[in-house]
């Protein structure tokens, strides 16, 4: 089954925020959130948690499973409504979360969706502007947080996507938080996963293939949702199918052009046509950004073009 709206998954995880930006809160004795959101879900995200069985003195932990600004903006807003929880992410994430420039750039790409939907009172009525995150805990690879009741969290280091992508899993409940390392629920098994290798294409496809190594039950998934039952099973299949198809096209479309910028102009035309990943109302500019991306990256990674600093 798929979860596509905020609501309970099971009596052990909450779907919160919105279909384009979801948070889940799992619970064990204490409680963690994974996903940090943008800040245009925390009005909804207020109402949620007036709703549901939520004790704030539980609520330890929360997750950033990296630092791209659809998975962050909301954190500075939970750090200071709940500040004793403590903030989990990779060593990577927190350099970046160290620099200037990248708290500049969430801080504005979140603002932007703020204003385009009208939110503006809530701005400033709910303090929601993005000043940056204090990691306080690093995440490495077989970490593991306990929760109680027999809820452990195993987390993995899943670069590709980024370069700071951590995943976390549950083995008591065979859930996956993959974050976007995985690719989010589709109608359109065809589709293209957006928004793929951001990084390095190589490492994108190996640490997807070790979450399709996982038992899974729940996927709960960053984007659009959580998928139950055999579907969760095969959503990882699929995202590594879905690669694959993506890799071959995109090389197949570059041995006619030879030129890096047709080559996008034609994925652009092909690809975008077909994908609703919107990014939250951020527009096709922003699309065309992370194509570019993921393209340079597959090419990089055939050795068709150098590897360029991500
Ligand atoms: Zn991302």
Redesign the pocket.
């Known amino acids: 089954m798929w979860i596509r709206e905020p609501g309970k998954v099971s009596d052990r995880l909450d779907f919160l925020g919105a279909r384009e930006n979801c948070l889940y809160l799992l619970r064990g004795r204490d409680m963690m959130i994974i996903g940090g959101g943008m800040s245009w879900i925390v009005p909804s995200l207020e109402i949620q948690l007036s709703k549901i069985d939520f004790e704030p003195k539980k609520l330890k932990y929360l997750v950033v499973s ?1 630092s ?1 600004f ?2 962050c903006g909301a954190v500075p807003y939970l750090k200071k409504k709940f500040p004793h929880i403590q903030i989990l992410a990779s060593a990577h994430a927190e350099k970046i979360f160290a620099k200037h420039k990248a708290i500049d750039f969430i801080a504005v790409t979140n603002k932007y969706a703020i204003d385009r939907l009208g939110l503006q009172s809530e701005y400033e009525g709910l303090d929601l502007k993005f000043d940056g995150i204090h990691v306080d805990r690093i995440i490495t690879e077989k970490d593991i947080v306990d929760l109680g009741d027999g809820i452990d969290v195993h987390f993995l280091e899943v670069p590709g ?2 370069q700071c992508s951590i995943a976390a899993y549950v083995p008591k409940l065979k859930i996956l938080f993959p ?2 390392a995985a690719p989010p629920p589709t109608d359109d098994e065809n589709t293209v996963f957006f ?1 793929g290798p ?1 990084y390095h294409f190589g490492l994108f496809k190996q640490s997807m293939a070790r979450l399709a190594g996982l038992e899974v039950e729940i996927v709960a998934s960053e984007h659009y949702g959580a998928v139950t039952g055999t579907r969760a099973g095969r959503l990882l299949q699929e995202g590594l199918r879905q690669t694959e198809r993506f890799r071959s096209r995109i090389i197949e479309m570059h041995q006619q052009t030879r030129n890096f910028d047709e080559t996008v102009r034609k994925a652009a035309v092909e690809i975008l046509s077909r994908n609703d990943f919107d990014f939250m109302g951020m527009g096709k500019e922003m699309q065309l950004t992370v194509l570019k991306t993921a393209i340079r990256r597959i090419l990089e990674y055939a050795g068709l073009i150098d590897r360029t600093a991500p």
């Open positions: 990296h791209h659809d998975h996507h980024t974050g976007d928004p951001q």
